[in-house]
T-cell receptor, first 115, second 113 residues
Framework: GENVEQHPSTLSVQEGDSAVIKCTYS??????FPWYKQELGKGPQLIID?????GEKKDQRIAVTLNKTAKHFSLHITETQPEDSAVYFC??????????????FGSGTRLSIRP | ETGVTQTPRHLVMGMTNKKSLKCEQH?????MYWYKQSAKKPLELMFV???????ENNSVPSRFSPECPNSSHLFLHLHTLQPEDSALYLC????????????FGPGTRLTVT
């Protein structure tokens, strides 16, 4: 089955700087890669996703890149703000099931933005 | 906020108690999920229901019993739990025919004493 590894586990950046979180996956058939943000006391919230037929996707200050050959994908947050402080999870969806199927999550990155 | 609600938000129970967690989605989805989130482990998928049928059971102990009476509601019945079952239990929903996005509820913080 799919295995997702995420690094780093904690990340502290100065407000206004960029943050990068990296993930690798093991199943080359995986075809959907969402990123979730979890704030204290809340459930994970989808912030951006990418499908395997796309190499990069951007939404305002957030971008995700996917390298299918190397089986890794990354989240980039530019011009970080205090409200970006949260735990971020990457995930990969197994391709051989329907959409009601396993999404395997990474272990999470706790991002702290220093004022 | 996400269209998925969970009750209760907090629950403390003894090991001999029986309780139930409830999840309701208002998104018109037809697939629902239970996840366990503990301090030292990533999100662990417990159960998947698609079109009200259980399609995934990730080797979850029988002291956890899911129920999906319709596509909008999902329950997790708990009995004779152990202290190591203390965790945040998250419900999510998605659309079976796509897109793939899963929307999570706020979770139930469970403490087993």
């Amino acid at each position: 089955g799919e295995n997702v590894e995420q690094h780093p586990s904690t990340l502290s950046v100065q407000e206004g700087d960029s943050a990068v979180i990296k993930c690798t996956y093991s199943d080359s058939a995986s075809n959907y890669f969402p990123w979730y943000k979890q704030e204290l006391g809340k459930g994970p919230q989808l912030i951006i996703d990418i499908r395997s037929n796309v190499g990069e996707k951007k939404d305002q200050r957030i971008a995700v890149t996917l390298n299918k050959t190397a089986k890794h994908f990354s989240l980039h947050i530019t011009e970080t703000q205090p409200e970006d402080s949260a735990v971020y999870f990457c995930a990969a969806k197994e391709a051989r099931y329907s959409s009601a199927s396993k999404i395997i999550f990474g272990s999470g990155t706790r991002l702290s933005i220093r004022p | 906020e996400t269209g998925v609600t969970q009750t209760p938000r907090h629950l403390v129970m003894g090991m001999t108690n029986k309780k139930s967690l409830k999840c309701e989605q208002h998104l018109g989805h037809n697939a629902m999920y239970w996840y366990k989130q503990s301090a030292k482990k990533p999100l662990e998928l417990m159960f998947v229901y698609s079109l009200e049928e259980r399609v995934e059971n990730n080797s979850v102990p029988s002291r956890f019993s899911p129920e999906c009476p319709n596509s909008s509601h999902l329950f997790l019945h708990l009995h004779t739990l152990q202290p190591e079952d203390s965790a945040l239990y998250l419900c999510a929903s998605s659309q079976e025919t796509g897109p793939y996005e899963q929307y999570f509820g706020p979770g139930t913080r469970l403490t087993v004493t």
